[in-house]
């Protein structure tokens, strides 16, 4: 039976306060009920700019809450896996920020309790809702490229060339910060959402960067997470089996790059840095703009960037789904994606480290 109302818990006020509220308020439906933090202080202040009647002390007593049906977890990485399980023991849906988890164990075990659980477990691989990018997938779906020869995603800025960024959880690898996991997760995601297969990868994590000063001490700290990456992919281990190339960086300086190249045997589409679609048929004489309007554009209160619009489009579909008591969402990323796109992130650290390339198990990364 269709319910009038989803009633949303957050926890975590960064990336929630820019973009998941916001976007949850405009689909219709939608509100958010509650909101928790680290920091109560944080939450209060929040939940005071959004309207948002409950503060609560701690994640535990959110997931409690009998008025909350949706869960959303925003919070650092290390804290993905406690929070999930806490909230699917409470028969909560979930959808959980990227990357998933620390390891590709624990991602493993989110899985699994969730699909036990038999309710909507979701990635925030919000990309896959932009308009461009869904209607990449429908163009390759129909053979737009024909057999993939290769493809290229760069994507490069400078928000933490600057030594005087603060040290915090995202200069350090065991609580899952570094560059890889906070943007390389999202291309990968668009590997295996695009093309559904990678085989090998073979990668450089570095960290330039190598101290911040940490503003609770003053103190000047090591930072082990990784502010740049190389990736090469394999998707076939034909001899001449298609390959893709992964460059993000978060130390270049102005002037950085977005965009994803895709090129095969019949033809080749472009994602540019306004997230424009291009494309060409092999033969054709010049790029044709195959771009689609985005909607979340012309709202107010969304911030103007690829992220906070795409949220907007991946709220309204799950809102809508969880109303018509369905706990599926065509072309969302679930726990089960996440933990492909973990397997992947885990290889790559290993390739690193060993400067090998690794293979992907097939249970794991297809």
Request: with cysteine.
């Amino acid at each position: 039976m269709p319910r009038d109302r989803i009633r949303i818990g957050i926890i975590g006020t960064g990336f929630a306060r820019q973009a998941q509220i916001p976007g949850f308020r405009t689909a219709e439906g939608a509100e958010v009920v509650a909101i928790a933090s680290g920091h109560r202080e944080n939450a209060e202040r929040v939940a005071h700019e959004f309207g948002i009647p409950r503060v609560c002390d701690n994640y535990q007593e959110l997931v409690h809450l009998d008025e909350v049906d949706l869960v959303s977890i925003t919070s650092p990485p290390h804290l993905h896996r406690p929070m999930a399980l806490a909230a699917l023991a409470a028969g909560k849906h979930v959808l959980c920020e990227k990357p998933m988890a620390l390891n590709l164990g624990e991602a493993r075990e989110m899985t699994l309790v969730a699909e036990r659980a038999g309710v909507l477990n979701l990635i925030d691989f919000q990309l896959r809702f932009n308009p461009n990018r869904r209607k990449m997938k429908h163009l390759i779906d129909a053979g737009y490229l024909g057999r993939l020869y290769h493809v290229t995603v760069t994507v490069t800025s400078g928000f933490r060339a600057s030594a005087e960024r603060p040290w915090n959880w995202w200069s350090q690898r065991a609580a899952g910060g570094g560059l890889l996991g906070a943007i390389g997760s999202h291309m990968i995601d668009l590997f295996l959402w695009l093309f559904d297969d990678v085989q090998a990868v073979a990668g450089q994590l570095r960290t330039f960067v190598k101290e911040r000063r940490d503003p609770k001490t003053g103190e000047m700290r090591p930072v082990d997470s990784d502010d740049y990456a190389s990736v090469l992919f394999r998707f076939s281990n034909e001899p001449n089996g298609s390959t893709g190339t992964l460059t993000p960086s978060s130390v270049a300086g102005p002037g950085g790059e977005n965009h994803t190249i895709a090129v095969g045997e019949n033809g080749t589409l472009i994602l540019d840095a306004r997230s424009r679609l291009w494309g060409a048929r092999r033969g054709a004489g010049q790029l044709e703009d195959l771009s689609e309007p985005d909607p979340a554009v012309e709202l107010p209160d969304i911030a103007d960037n690829i992220w906070a619009r795409s949220f907007v489009h991946m709220a309204q579909e799950v809102v809508q789904a969880l109303r018509e008591d369905r706990i599926e969402v065509p072309h969302a990323a679930t726990f089960r994606d996440g933990m492909r796109v973990q397997a992947i992130m885990d290889a790559i650290h290993e390739s690193s480290d060993s400067g090998c390339w690794v293979n992907i198990d097939p249970l794991e990364g297809r």
